[in-house]
């Protein structure tokens, strides 16, 4: 029996959060006693597939077709349901993201599965299959027991750290029969973030609000974020205003973030902003009102102008950089 784990990649490359899908499902497999097979669709090359072994895949199952290098939701879940035939797969796990969240409920509903979106434990098995996640925008906690027989869990991002070991995979080809509704929707255009770090992955955030008057001091958010290697974001009002592209967005209406580090600059500190970020390892509020709610969710703050305050901090990040 195998545990069935759905790893994505972005045009041949697999980023960090799949790493930690797999670590996650092989977590699970060494308490059932079940083997992990990744299943991976699209166009990638095996040196990159076999990069999954390091993370507890024995076997990967290699979809190969181009129809699937774009999301496919039916073809996607067609392709992962004839993995978990082949494997006679009982427990299935995918990532709490874009394609997850098309995918996992498609193959739950099809295989009549319990499913957990955002699990953030591992299942306690000596209660069943309890799995803790956030409700609520992050507010409070569920504690989920999944009773079906199939179970399928989609793991928040950034949950766990990961670290290689000397495991290997095992890549096989898998065939598909897929049919002409899987293919039903035309993609006709993909615009893609280019050259910058990515913000779902970014251990790193610096993110700006209101408090930054105009996308013209801007530069000083991207001069900090560039000595640091982070990704860069903001509050709604600022992409609601054009000042930043709205992928940058996060919060109840935007993205869902955990990086190790969250600057906040000049961002009041509201409950739908929070809803985003409060899964950050570290939070740095920098506001020059001493009664900003964020400070109330920081871990650090300084109490000042961000126009005065960014430059001296950027400037600091240089120095230490050097002396390192
Ligand atoms: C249904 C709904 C969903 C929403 N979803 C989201 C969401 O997903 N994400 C989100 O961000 N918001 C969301 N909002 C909006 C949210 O309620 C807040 O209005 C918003 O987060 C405020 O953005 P802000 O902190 O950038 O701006 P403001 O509230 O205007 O705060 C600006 C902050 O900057 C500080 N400041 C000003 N000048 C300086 C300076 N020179 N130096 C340092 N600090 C300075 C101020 O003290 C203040 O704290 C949502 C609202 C609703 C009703």
Known sequence: MSVIVFVEHDGGVIKKKNFEAVQYASGIAQKTGATVTAVILGTIADAEIEKLGAYGAQKVLHVDDNRLDELHPRAYTTALLTAIEKEDAKIIVALNDINGRAVAPRVAVKLKAGLVAGAL????MEKGFLIKKAVYSGKAFAYVNITSDTKVIMLMPNTFPVAKTEGKATIEKLPV?????DFGIKVKEVSK????VS?????????????????ENWY???????????????????????????????????GTIRPDL??????????QHLAGVNGSKTIVVINRDPEAPFFK?????????????LPRLTEAVKKFKLHK
């Open 193 to 196: 973030v280019t050259g910058e």
């Open 177 to 181: 029969n897929f049919g002409d509704k």
């Open 262 to 271: 969250y600057i906040a600059v000049g961002i009041s500190g509201a409950i």
């Open 220 to 254: 000083l958010i991207e001069d900090l974020a560039k000595e640091l290697g982070a990704a860069t974001a903001c509050s709604r009002p600022v992409s609601d205003a054009d000042w930043r592209p709205h992928h940058e967005h996060v919060g109840q209406t935007g």
């Open 199 to 215: 913000l779902s992955d970014a251990a790193l955030v610096v993110s700006g609000g209101r408090g930054m008057k105009g996308p």
């Open 297 to 309: 969710a920081a871990n650090y703050g300084v109490i000042g102008d961000a126009m005065e305050v």
């Open 121 to 124: 434990t591992y299942p306690d």
